[in-house]
């Protein structure tokens, strides 16, 4: 089964950037579809972006603009670069790889990111 390992979750300051990488226990394909995610203090866990296959990366409104996902196939990480962050960014982030074809569906543990103003 493949694990997913969240890091680069730190502290920051308002305007500052940051990126958040996903490492995996095997490597990502094309066919994979690549999430990150983020579950702010209080709050639901909400879609940050997500990389599907042959689809143009999609981003959440409070986010495009800022952040970047970038994915590598054949490779076992992925990243999210975080730049001019807000403060409304903090939140425990979340890397998710989900392949229905190989019955995979799995999350990370996920890494904190806090941004004060």
Known sequence: QVQLVESGGALAQAGESLTLSCSATHNFYGDDHLSWYRRPPGKERELVAVSSPGVTTTYADSVK?????RRENGE???YLRMNNLKPEDTGVYYCHMRNALM???????G???TVSS
């Open 111 to 113: 890494t904190q990111v």
């Open 76 to 78: 076992k990480i992925m």
């Open 103 to 109: 019955g995979v569906d799995v999350w990370g543990q």
């Open 65 to 69: 603009g800022r952040f970047l996902l």
